[in-house]
């Protein structure tokens, strides 16, 4: 999760919003904890961009 959120985070010429919903960027900009537990609903569209 933290590797998405990187190449998301450091590819900003990229028109993300066609692959993420509003909901999605709250995770995006917030801390990911290594360590948390995120559900899988919640950060599916953030991993099947990179799929």
Do not use: T
Not at 24 to 41: C, E, F, S
């Amino acid at each position: 999760m933290a590797d998405q959120v990187r190449m998301i985070r450091g590819n900003k010429d990229k028109d993300w919003n066609k692959y993420l919903k509003p909901e999605d960027w709250n995770i995006i900009k917030g801390m990911i904890l290594p360590a948390a537990w995120y559900p899988y609903h919640q950060i599916s569209p953030c991993i099947d961009v990179f799929v």
